[in-house]
């Protein structure tokens, strides 16, 4: 609404600053109670050993469970801590290493031995709002293996992510800095289906400001027993990340380095003709329509093409030439002048690759150094690091800097109070990459015949008749070598916790981001290419936003006489996130030196604008554990949202339990020595939605806006006066997206630990999905509201199995292998919707995805291919028997046959149907490792199964009548001839068309199931004894070789190609990853 | 558990969730920001603003996203493409729709229709919007209530008549309308009359803002939507009203400009007495974007050139062969196609060509860019080597929406890759009017008053001082010399041009040396004859004849030929007859073409809408015959 009425807009001030206050005032609350309740101390202390060879274990962490006193190890093994009461547990852990938890019962010395990691029941991990015995848990959260996740080296933890968790796909690139797509079990929105991640406590969107040697776990929580807690933004799973701490004991100081050399693919990547072939297919494409190619701007009036000396003047020859009559100004300001030029370029007749000439290798480096320490008092973290990642595409990178704190003071025996901080800042510019005018779009339409630069030095490009329209891909890269776009963002949270009365934890967090951005870009006049930009411009933007946090938590824990453990989690929270954009452009500069260009120093018009963006959520939630014998386990949650984008039904209620049967605990099982551990899991629950709402969907609006209604009344030539048109058409009523979710899991530890296994069915029925279908065109076409209409399901199996071992003497070893599938169907779009399209490229108003019910998310499209037409008598007779004498639209020899799907005689939209689609029938990792005294090794394998991809650069490529672009070998050694009827491509000619490729057909499709050897590691600890006469207690080198190799079927450069949640899979030049050399080292002192 | 433990243990969870969330509910009241509710808008200016962006729904473009030229106002790719003005120009693998429209092979699908028929009804919309918020408006007196209303009204039937030409049957939706998806089951055109009836009795007949519409449009208007229903009688008494007594928003009696291309010149928009009802449009209006810069046609200008884009809209060779006169310099409807004016189609574009020397009608050179005339001041037009698929769509070019070089700095907007213009689209120019009001007096049989008002327009252009002279070649000229060494001693390049004032030609360098005479092409003054019709028309069939073609030579390639074919009833033999006669110049373009009757007189209702349509499993909207 444009004006707020007074009394509300009072009341909300208030319940503002009160909901800022609430955190001081709950923190001395805690305090004061907390002190009041404190307890005495109890001293345990005693050796760590490793359970194979009984040597002692430096550097071991032990914590007093529950609390945050802690200690490690010295170099002896040896360790002392003080716990609280008698009744505490101590829990055990060292990276590598399985984690113990040993309860106290009055003891003073307690030894312990730890085995190499693979899996315990008995870690603890921080799931909604608490921690809890992973024994204990009876939802679905994968446990990521951190250790893992650093040996990535894309600095970028989400896109780790990949195959290290089963129901978690991630499709990434080989962009640095590049958000990739994370999707935790399937599609559940047509909207944003980015998972919330939980840092510290804190909820949001991204994580790429993190880093990975920052975290210390990093769990997922994958179904709604184990998810809705996090109520309304838990629908696309949540993943929960704590970083790391300090340790309890002295000052530890650990580096952390690392120097790579990527190497991008080589050779002829697209297949694309040399000048002749180009030529060549030309001249045949025009005598396969009929024509005569001759005469020919370029390749001269023979009876063969032949290629010229210089193709700007078009076709000239050497001698033709007068040099003296180069005119070219590359960086002008007055956008006539271009006319004016004369440039003079000479023809590369070997060749230009442009892949080659816009990637290169690069040298990537990350440092980072740590400090931590503490005692009994508290603990401290402090890291510093610096990520210079260069990608492989020219003037694209990712440099980050980051700074994180965090300490832990433990006031008392029962009061903690600490906070996690981290201020980084990022420069990441980057290119839109599958499309068509990206840098890399360019370097497949560009002819190769254009050389990169004229005879003067300054760029060449597509000017000149019969050159295409493509932009010289290094130029543009070059031009925007000023241009800057800078991130800073503090991100963090403080907290402060007491224990009281025994049992009761309460918790107070205040958490949040601040977070600023600025970019700005210069645009170039051009004068190289065939379509020009000649005005030189410069835009720029900052933004300024911040959110933050309030959550309040009490969880009361208990064990009622011997067998019933019972815990009751109640809580609060509220949420604001708040911020502005504001930006300007202007044109015409004087000068184009970056020195001088900003927005006051333009001639030309300047234009501004801004917006503020601003959205509310507030919570309660409570969580009952409740827990039998450590037999059977029952846990419910409930949490209710408010969300400030909904009028009229602000609130959702989001229960789920679960329930899980030890079966390993009954008695009759208790001799079974093969199986150590075996649970039956189910849960079921309702997750919640409103990511995908604006703000404003409850209003009907109206707005200015100077291009659609701004009109010039007064008849001038030179400016609009202000207009109004209705922007938005509201809908109080929409409503939380409900994603009802059920889950069943098994989970086993046999033969001694040795082998784990968890595998998990799923399913999901996501209800009022908020979409906003299209309204009737009379309605007009201000933004149509999200109404609650939508359904879509999810089903699929997620298992995970691990193993570890010694193979003999000093040989240890561990494999896993996980595994992750979905099952995507849209069950619903709305009233009399049955699907809606998205993406037509080239194909001008045919649409490749088609999301439609009955279907998976964007599913291809389109005609399918039943070979060609390979006579005129076959068209003939096919239209006799046609219903309208016309079988196919544009059919003639040698095109495409399309298949007559409903088999009415014709070819007619009816007879278009799904071609395949993105989504795979299945994703892997597969982990080995192996160690040999100092020696560790180990590989990763990641690969799916089943995904298509829509190839669009072949429709660039590989028909002569698509744009005057580079063409392939395909066109010209793969397409029907009267000779050649078992091609793949239709007869070049200057005709495209119908049942060529002017609408989507089966053609671009292809099989994009791939298997990647995504690291290679093999490292070296120097011994002990080595190091510790300098002073060192640990120091590993390692050399790692990242995408070693990659299977696959697909044509294209890689494989992996993202989208948007309901249109990805379309591959119109991507920026693939490339093979990586890495050599680092891990210091410890 | 000891009993006090457990009270405070109660105690301390109530406090704690109390706390957090007594009275906050109102935190999460967040307001709609950047935008202004309906209330806001309840005065005096809040509903002109509303109405200056209804009218700012009429060039088209920034409503919905698809080609601009979908929904272009001036109707190139419906009007004059399917009326076999124009090819589609460009490439043929790109908008391909376009070609199926000027083949009349459009279908339901083709997303065009759709963004044109969207477009449209949210100019409806908009014009609705202010009939709705005006009541509730409080200070306003009625008159100027009224007034508002009219000029909504206007709009509104603008908007109407549009789509009714376009899809012919279509909902009715007015301010009144609460369920916004209606059937398409009643004409319309007693719909459109009552609103530019109401505009006509409630605007006034001048305007301070010159691009508002006035009383006078309001007439025109409304004979128009007699003229296309044939209701005769009423269109005569307007247009005798609207010839004698009209004026333009600024009080300029409506007449003709003396030159025709003054109608396309935004220099002269100013006082022009041609200009009934215009879409007005900008240059560099420091937007920084060209959505208000003729948009619409924006990729219509010849490639290679010295145009940023993109070789659409290419005047198809039956038009420019239509411009040949006879030797009394009158038009030949029934044999202009016997012999085709020539074209560089065949000759490279560094060879010799000679152009057509048979007598021509100057407006052919005012409304396309052929090889060898001035082409604007732009110097010598170079044929083929300006289209980018000669083959496809022929060497011509258009030239009406194209900025001269020396107006460029002012005119063109060169904010984006296809460059905008200041150049209004005239929705109805005086001399439309004139040529209506000729049909009207011919269909009444008052062959007289017709052939006055034809030979009105065609005496404007049959006056010398208005043609296409080689003077135009002089600005931008490398020399201008009066004998022949002069010019083989200039240093020009290939592609630049010598003007002859000994020879009144212009000498165009084709290649290499220009020391060498056979390297430049001479191109002469084309040879204009026109005349006006001789004598009274006796027969009313030649008559209606004469006008028709009249119409189809002053208003070539402005977006009215399509359905004009249509209301005469000659779309089919002459569309069907056309495509004999260009197919086979062109490999692709006009080769599939063909006119079905009782079809294609009316584009296909956009399936798309008729979907969308769909209650209780049944569209409300009906497909127009013929399509499926």
Not at chain 1, 705 to 734: C, H, K, M, W
Request: negative net charge; aromatic residues 12%; proline residues 5%.
């Amino acid at each position: 609404m444009g004006i707020m009425n007074k009394s509300t807009q009072n009341k909300k001030v208030k319940c503002f600053f009160w909901l800022k206050r609430m955190f001081p005032v709950t923190l001395f609350i805690m305090i004061f109670v907390g002190v009041s309740y404190g307890q005495n101390s109890f001293t345990v202390s005693g050796t760590v050993t490793e359970q194979s060879t009984s040597n002692p274990l430096p550097g071991v962490n032990i914590l007093v469970v529950g609390t945050t006193n802690g200690t490690a190890t010295n170099t002896d093994g040896q360790y002392q801590v003080n716990a609280n009461s008698p009744n505490d547990s101590l829990r055990f852990s060292y990276i590598g290493y399985q984690e113990k938890i040993v309860p106290i019962n009055g003891r003073h010395n307690i030894n312990v031995t730890l085995s190499p990691s693979t899996f315990s029941g008995q870690e603890v991990v921080v799931v909604g709002y608490s921690s809890q015995e992973r024994q204990n848990i009876s939802g679905s959260v994968d446990i990521v293996d951190v250790d893992n996740l650093t040996t990535g080296t894309s600095g970028d933890v989400s896109k780790q992510l990949q195959g290290r968790a089963s129901g978690v796909n991630v499709i990434s690139s080989g962009q640095p800095g590049e958000d990739p797509m994370v999707r935790i079990r399937g599609i559940n929105t047509f909207g944003n289906n980015s998972p919330l991640y939980i840092v510290d406590g804190v909820p949001t969107q991204s994580i790429n400001n993190l880093n990975p040697d920052d975290v210390e776990s990093m769990q997922v929580l994958k179904d709604a027993a184990a998810a809705s807690i996090y109520g309304s933004r838990a629908s696309n799973g949540v993943i929960i990340i704590t970083t790391k701490n300090g340790g309890n004991e002295g000052v530890k100081v650990e580096y952390k380095g690392y120097a790579s050399y990527d190497v991008p693919k080589g050779g002829n990547v697209w297949n694309i003709l040399s000048p002749q072939e180009m030529a060549d297919l030309k001249w045949q494409a025009i005598r396969n329509s009929g024509g005569n190619p001759a005469p020919d701007p370029q390749y001269g009036s023979g009876s063969e093409p032949v290629l010229p000396d210089y193709i700007l003047p078009a076709g000239a020859m050497e001698g033709d030439i007068d040099p003296s009559s180069y005119y070219v100004v590359p960086e002008y300001s007055d956008a006539q002048l271009v006319n004016t030029f004369h440039q003079i370029v000479r023809a590369n007749k070997s060749g230009t690759n442009w892949y080659d000439q816009i990637f290169s290798p690069a040298l990537s480096m990350n440092h980072e150094l740590a400090v931590s320490g503490g005692g009994e008092n508290g603990s401290f973290r402090v890291s510093f690091s610096h990520l210079d990642r260069q990608g492989t595409l020219d003037r694209t990178y990712n440099r980050r800097s980051s700074i994180r704190a965090n300490t832990q003071f433990n006031v008392n025996d029962n009061i903690r109070i600490g906070e996690n901080m981290t201020f980084t800042v990022q420069q990441s510019p980057q290119v839109n990459a599958l499309s068509e005018g990206s840098p890399i779009g360019m370097a497949y339409r560009s002819q190769p015949i254009i050389p990169v630069y004229d005879i003067k030095g300054n760029f060449a490009g597509s000017a000149g008749p019969q050159l295409g329209q493509a932009r010289n891909p290094v130029a543009m890269l070059y031009r925007r070598r000023n241009n800057s776009a800078k991130n800073s963002r503090l991100f963090g949270n403080a907290f402060a916790e007491v224990d009281f009365l025994d049992n009761f934890t309460f918790k107070t967090n205040l958490g949040g981001e601040l977070s600023s951005g600025t970019n700005h870009s210069f645009t170039y006049p051009e004068y190289e290419n065939a379509e020009n930009n000649t005005v030189n411009s410069f835009n720029a933007n900052s933004s300024y936003g911040y959110n933050w946090i309030v959550t309040n938590t009490l969880d009361y824990k208990e064990m009622l006489g011997k067998v019933h453990s019972v815990e009751i989690l109640l809580g609060t929270e509220a949420y604001q996130n708040r911020g502005q954009v504001v930006g300007g452009s202007t044109n015409d500069f004087f000068s184009f030196n970056p020195y001088y260009t900003n927005l006051s120093t333009g001639s030309g018009n300047k234009t501004n604008y801004s917006y503020i963006y601003d959205q509310r959520l507030l919570s309660l939630f409570g969580r009952v554990d409740y827990s039998y014998d450590n037999k059977y386990i029952f846990s419910a949650t409930l949490r209710r949202d408010g969300s400030s984008k909904f009028e009229n039904y602000k609130w959702g209620m989001f229960p789920a339990g679960s329930f899980a049967w030890r079966i390993s605990q009954e008695n009759f099982m208790k001799n079974v020595k093969w199986i150590s551990d075996l649970r039956i899991r189910v849960g079921y629950g309702i997750m919640g939605n409103q990511l995908n709402v604006d703000p404003n969907n409850p209003y009907t609006l109206f707005a200015g806006n100077p291009a659609s209604s701004y009109y010039p009344r007064t008849g001038s030539n030179n400016s609009v006066q202000l207009g109004f048109e209705q922007s938005r058409i509201g809908n109080p009523d929409a409503k939380w997206e409900k994603n009802k979710s059920g889950n069943i899991g098994i989970d086993a530890t046999l033969f001694q630990d040795k082998l784990n296994i968890t595998a998990e069915y799923y399913w999901k029925d996501i209800q009022d999905l908020l979409y906003n279908p299209e309204l009737i065109g009379t309605a007009g076409t201000a933004s149509q509201p999200y109404i609650n209409v939508g359904n879509m399901k999810n089903k699929g199996v997620d298992a995970t199995i691990s193993t570890n071992g010694t193979l003999g003497g000093a040989w240890q070893y561990n494999a896993s292998v996980n595994f992750t599938s979905y099952n995507n169907k849209i069950a619903r779009i709305a009233n009399n919707i049955e699907y809606f399209n998205q993406d037509s490229r080239r194909f001008s108003g045919s649409y490749i995805i088609r999301n439609e019910v009955g279907h998976a998310v964007s599913s291809y499209y389109g005609y399918k291919i039943d070979g060609f037409f390979n006579s005129q008598s076959e068209i003939d007779n096919l239209n006799a028997s046609s219903p309208n004498g016309l079988y196919q639209n544009d059919a003639r020899v040698g095109v495409y046959r399309y298949a007559d799907i409903n088999g009415d005689g014709q070819i007619t939209p009816d007879d278009r149907t799904f071609l395949g689609n993105p989504n795979p029938d299945f994703t892997y990792g597969i982990n080995f490792g192996l160690n040999f005294k100092n020696f560790d090794f180990s590989t990763f394998i990641y690969g799916s199964q089943g995904n298509d991809i829509w190839n669009q650069v072949k429709w660039w490529t590989d028909f002569y009548a698509d744009f005057a672009g580079a063409k392939s070998k395909a066109a010209l050694y793969d397409s029907w001839t009267p000779n050649n009827h078992d091609a793949s491509l239709p007869i070049q000619s200057t005709g495209g068309g119908f049942s060529v490729s002017t609408v989507p057909n089966s053609y671009f499709v292809e099989d994009g199931s791939y298997l990647r050897v995504k690291n290679v590691i093999l490292g070296f600890t120097l011994p002990n004894n080595v190091l510790s006469k300098v002073g060192i207690s640990r120091l590993r080198l390692y050399a790692q070789v990242s995408n070693l190799f990659t299977i696959t079927g697909y044509s294209g450069l890689d494989p992996e190609i993202g989208g948007t949640s309901t249109d990805f899979g379309i591959d119109e030049g991507s920026y693939a990853s490339s093979r990586q050399f890495l050599f680092g080292i891990n210091l410890s002192l | 558990m000891s009993k006090l433990i457990s009270t405070k243990k109660i105690l301390f969870m109530v406090l704690a969730i109390g706390l957090t969330i007594y009275g906050c509910d109102t935190f999460l009241n967040a307001p709609a920001r950047g935008s202004l509710s309906e209330d806001v808008l309840s005065n005096q200016k809040g509903v002109e603003t509303l109405l200056n962006g209804a009218y700012g729904a009429l060039d088209g473009q920034a409503i919905v996203s698809d080609r601009s030229g979908a929904t272009a106002p001036s109707n190139w790719v419906y009007g004059s493409i399917a009326g076999g003005d124009a090819h589609k120009g460009e490439s043929i693998g790109n908008t391909a729709g376009y070609v199926l429209i000027g083949n009349m092979q459009a279908n339901p699908s083709i997303s065009y229709l759709n963004a044109k028929w969207k477009a449209l009804y949210e100019g409806v919309s908009r014009t609705n919007a202010v009939l709705k918020l005006l009541p509730k408006v409080n200070d306003m007196d009625d008159n100027t209530k009224s007034e508002v209303a009219a000029e909504a009204r206007f709009l509104r039937g603008h908007y109407y008549f549009e789509l009714k030409k376009m899809f012919n049957m279509v909902p009715w939706i007015d301010e009144n309308t609460k369920d916004l998806n209606q059937p398409n089951d009643t004409d319309i055109w007693p719909k459109i009359e009552e609103d530019f009836k109401f505009a006509i009795d409630n605007l006034p007949a001048t305007q301070s803002d010159k691009g508002r519409v006035n009383k006078w449009a309001a007439e025109a208007y409304l004979a128009k939507t007699y003229v296309f229903q044939k209701k005769w009688q009423p269109a005569k008494d307007l247009y005798d009203e609207i010839i004698m007594n009209g004026v333009t928003t600024q009080g300029v009696p409506y007449g003709l400009f003396d030159n025709f291309w003054d109608n396309f010149n935004p220099a002269k928009e100013d006082g022009s007495p041609e200009a009934v009802f215009s879409i007005e449009m900008v240059a560099n209006d420091g937007t920084g974007t060209t959505a208000n810069a003729n948009l619409g046609i924006r990729v219509a200008f010849p490639y290679n050139g010295p145009f940023s884009c993109c070789g659409y809209y290419q005047p198809t060779q039956d038009l420019v062969n239509s411009y040949r006169t006879d030797s009394n310099g009158l038009p030949m409807p029934d044999n202009y196609d016997s012999t085709p004016v020539n074209n560089d189609m065949q000759v490279a574009d560094d060879a010799q060509f000679d152009p057509y020397s048979g007598s021509l009608d100057p407006r052919l050179d005012w409304t396309v860019g052929r090889r060898g005339v001035p082409y604007l001041d732009w110097g010598p037009y170079p044929g083929t080597a300006w289209a980018r698929e000669p083959n496809n769509f022929g060497p011509y070019g258009p030239k009406k929406n194209v900025y001269w070089h020396a107006q460029q700095d002012q005119y063109a907007d060169l904010n984006s890759w296809a460059p905008g213009t200041a150049i209004n689209y005239n929705v109805i120019r005086f001399a439309d009017v004139l040529l209506m009001a000729a049909e009207t007096e011919a269909q009444l049989g008052n062959l007289e008053a017709a052939r006055n008002y034809v030979n009105r327009v065609r005496n404007r252009s049959a006056d010398t001082t208005s043609w296409v002279r080689n003077d135009l070649n002089k600005a931008y000229a490398v020399d201008v010399v009066d004998n022949e060494q002069d010019m083989l001693n200039s240093n020009a390049q290939p592609g630049d041009w010598v003007v002859r004032t000994d020879r009144n030609s212009t000498f165009y360098l084709l290649k290499g040396d220009p020391g060498d005479i056979n390297n430049w092409n001479e191109y002469e003054e084309p040879n204009y004859v026109m005349n006006t019709y001789p004598g009274p028309w006796s027969d009313k069939n030649t008559a209606l004849k004469r006008i028709y073609f009249e119409r189809k030579l002053e208003l070539a390639m402005e977006g009215h030929r399509f359905f004009d074919l249509v209301r005469w009833g000659i779309a089919e033999e002459t569309l069907n007859s056309f495509y004999d006669y260009e197919g086979p110049f062109l490999n692709i373009s006009t080769r599939d073409g063909h006119f079905t009757p009782n079809q294609d007189e009316y584009y296909p209702i956009p399936q798309n809408q008729i979907d969308l349509s769909v209650v209780d499993g049944k569209p409300k909207l009906k497909q127009n015959p013929g399509y499926n």
